[in-house]
């Protein structure tokens, strides 16, 4: 199972001392965050993309890319990859070229992003978001599995004979997670397409969650990808750790309160019962952790929400810290319970070739069955 971080990349103000970082230390500061996750045996960073204030991801390739040339072993993503405002051709060519610099230690995830603004900035009409996100995903389907595409559809100019360059590492494109909080289309694109479906799973109760994810797992059995407790599935995540729990809610209470996202609503006590928020000790998060396959089966990938709402980054860095112990325990405990039939891993580069490779060696095993029966 892989286990990781992801940043919506956030510029707040630390309301316990009053300080803001700059634009440039926040996207500094990203890279050591990802570095550390790497040191403390994580699997997976991944970033957010907004093109507004107080928001510094707007290039996440770039940032990505600069991560993967100082690591050696983690996976770099997305924790949303604009699909219904970014151009497909430039979605294929920007994420091929790092699927190149990584050595293939990419996937990403397609959204639509919690930002209504950012849809007349980029000449789309928020009314069709679901429909933007469903062509533009069909047309990049096609970019990075065809040399040449003719393709014409109703939110972008048609495409005639076009090559989308670079094409994808060793011919195969990055595998895609569909996100989303509340939107069953969504899941029902993830499920036709037989990719991963990561529900976000940090703002809504559980009960929630395990319908969209319900949904996706029984479609993409409809579609013939699998078993459904085969499908892939990511779940999002966000704690704040301390040995003990009583020091955890002490420190992280201002930090919630004044949150641009949740602050001045639901106490933090109503909103760690109410959903999977877990402020306590490496123990709580483990047992409340290990709680979400209760309701979303088995899972392949887990992602924490970490450096936010005015963290100062040495805080973030002792969290993951404390994560890395965590994580130590999560994966064995998790492993244990898993039937074998189902995956332990979202599928990765190195396994795709494998399995395509086997694949390969199975057509020419039949072949030499062929030829042997005609002689």
Same mark, same amino acid.
Request: charged fraction near 20%.
């Given at each position: ?233 990511? #779940? @999002?995540?966000? +704690?704040?750790?301390? /040995?003990?729990?009583?020091? $955890? !809610? %002490? ?5 919630? &309160? ?64 404390? #994560? @890395?112990?965590? +994580?130590?325990?999560? /994966?064995?405990?998790?492993? $244990? !319970? %898993? ?5 332990? &891993? ?30």
């Amino acid at each position: 199972m892989q286990f990781g971080i992801f940043t919506v990349g956030d510029v707040t103000t630390d309301p316990t001392t009053g300080r803001t970082p700059s634009e440039h230390e926040r996207i500094v500061d990203t890279i050591a965050i990802a570095k550390h996750a790497e040191e403390v045996g994580l699997d997976v960073f991944a970033t957010g993309q907004h093109h507004n204030p107080p928001f510094v991801p707007s290039a996440p390739t770039t940032t990505l890319a600069f991560i993967a040339a100082q690591t050696r072993r983690l996976i770099l993503s997305t924790s949303t990859t604009l699909v219904t405002t970014t151009d497909p051709v430039r979605i294929a060519e920007d994420y091929a070229t790092l699927q190149h610099l990584s050595e293939g230690r990419m996937d990403l995830m397609m959204g639509r992003g919690n930002t209504g603004p950012v849809y007349p900035w980029f000449g789309k009409d928020i009314r069709q978001g679901i429909e933007l996100a469903i062509e533009n995903y069909a047309l990049l389907h096609r970019l990075w599995r065809e040399e040449n595409v003719d393709w014409e559809g109703h939110f972008r100019t048609p495409l005639q004979g076009f090559t989308s360059t670079p094409r994808p590492l060793d011919d195969l494109p990055p595998f895609v997670w569909h996100g989303s909080i509340r939107s069953p289309e969504i899941a029902e694109q993830a499920a036709y397409y037989g990719d991963g479906f990561f529900a976000n799973h940090i703002f809504w109760p559980a009960s929630h969650t395990a319908r969209m994810v319900r949904f996706y797992r029984q479609r993409f059995e409809h579609y013939g990808h699998g078993r459904a407790d085969q499908a892939i599935v990511g #779940l @999002g995540g966000q +704690v704040y750790l301390a /040995r003990n729990s009583q020091d $955890a !809610v %002490r420190e992280f209470r201002p930090y919630f &309160d004044n949150a641009p996202v949740y602050g001045h609503g639901p106490s933090l006590e109503e909103f760690t019962a109410q959903t999977p928020l877990t402020v306590g000790s490496p123990q709580q998060v483990i047992e409340r952790t290990l709680g979400f396959r209760e309701y979303a089966g088995d899972y392949q990938r887990q992602l924490f929400l970490l450096d936010h709402a005015g963290l100062p980054t040495a805080t973030v860095l002792k969290q993951l810290d404390l #994560l @890395g112990e965590v +994580v130590r325990e999560l /994966r064995p405990a998790f492993e $244990a !319970v %898993r039937p074998a039939h189902v995956p332990s &891993d979202p599928p990765t580069h190195v396994s795709r070739l494998a399995e395509r490779a086997a694949g390969e060696g199975d057509e020419a095993a039949s072949s030499d069955d062929v030829e042997l029966v005609s002689a």
